[in-house]
């Protein structure tokens, strides 16, 4: 049977994202809408948490597509990893409810027809202190165990799955979601791929060429940035200064921030790389987890993923390996 020729990527967050839109990209047989799908979920989410007084409408003067592909019936590819979450905070489910119920009315507009809908899913523990770390690349100096203590409820939700998978179900039918392993993309790229063509359609050859992007950083190093950042913001708040010098200072600490992340992703061998590790900074990374979060992992995201199919099976022991280091006291 054919597979749809329309692809909409989902997320989650930390799962690559940024890797398979840059090889999307590369694709001749593509046709990639990434900034003009990302900013219509930017769109939705702004009306939804009340933070405009406009309707909702899509992108104006942005084209649907990235760029024009190159052979004749191409894959048309919408991927916004936001359509997973749309934010941490404020987090209410009722907002989050509407969200991922008219996400998919909104993309079946631009994408009209048949659609496989693509997640991708990880180790729970290994994405929470993922989210963590982006937390920090944004400029935020919660510790890991105080970032998942005021975030736990969206943490738990989107672990749910089912909530942000069902209504795409709904729209395109289940037999079309498809939900891979991130593992399985991180160390047996040859078989995602081929994992891509068997339930995607998608030409396996094209993935020829290793694109890395968004490199992590190591715990030491993030905790580097959650220090710098913190200590700026104790900086902002006990020294007097006036609003315009405040304002000035604020955008040059979101530079410094960047240009830190920028060294610290680089071959490991950079002076901040060798000032992270010489510091030898002393921090707990242990993770406690609430209740709410461990019963959302147990009892929703393990058994949907082992429903899921034969590809997580290498990987379930690893995942409740995890949750069970996580819940140890």
């Not at 959302?296 to 409740?320: C, M, N, S, W």
Request: glycine share 6%; charged share 25%; with cysteine.
């Amino acid at each position: 049977m054919a597979k749809p020729k329309t692809i909409i990527h989902v997320g989650l967050h930390k799962t690559g994202s940024t890797l398979l839109q840059a090889l999307w990209a590369l694709m001749p047989e593509v046709n990639l809408s990434k900034e003009y799908s990302i900013k219509t979920c930017y769109r939705l989410r702004d009306v939804i948490w009340g933070n405009t007084t406009e309707d909702f409408g899509f992108p104006e003067g942005l084209p649907v597509f990235d760029g024009p592909a190159k052979v004749d019936d191409a894959f048309s590819v919408f991927s916004a990893e936001n359509l997973s979450n749309p934010c941490l905070k404020p987090f209410t489910r009722e907002r989050f409810d509407l969200y991922y119920r008219y996400t998919p009315q909104i993309f079946g507009q631009m994408a009209p027809g048949d659609a496989s809908v693509l997640a991708l899913v990880r180790e729970p523990i290994s994405w929470i202190r993922s989210m963590h770390k982006q937390h920090i690349h944004e400029g935020g100096s919660q510790t890991l165990q105080k970032f998942v203590a005021s975030n736990a409820d969206a943490l738990a939700y989107i672990l749910s799955l089912t909530p942000m998978l069902g209504p795409w179900a709904e729209r395109y039918g289940k037999g079309n979601i498809v939900v891979l392993p991130y593992e399985l993309m991180r160390e047996r790229k040859a078989d995602f791929y081929r994992a891509l063509n068997k339930y995607l359609g998608l030409p396996p050859n094209a993935f020829d060429q290793d694109v890395r992007l968004n490199v992590s950083v190591s715990d030491e190093e993030a905790e580097l940035m959650r220090m710098t950042s913190r200590m700026m913001q104790l900086f902002l708040r006990n020294i007097p200064m006036s609003p315009s010098v405040a304002d000035q200072f604020q955008k040059n600490s979101s530079v410094i921030s960047g240009f830190l992340r920028n060294e610290l992703q680089k071959d490991g061998v950079s002076r901040m790389n060798r000032l992270a590790k010489h510091m030898a900074l002393e921090f707990n990374s242990d993770l406690r987890l609430p209740d709410g979060l461990r019963r959302a992992i147990e009892e929703q995201f393990l058994p949907t993923v082992e429903e899921l199919g034969k590809e997580f099976k290498p990987y379930l022991p690893r995942y409740r390996a995890a949750l069970a280091d996580a819940c140890a006291d």
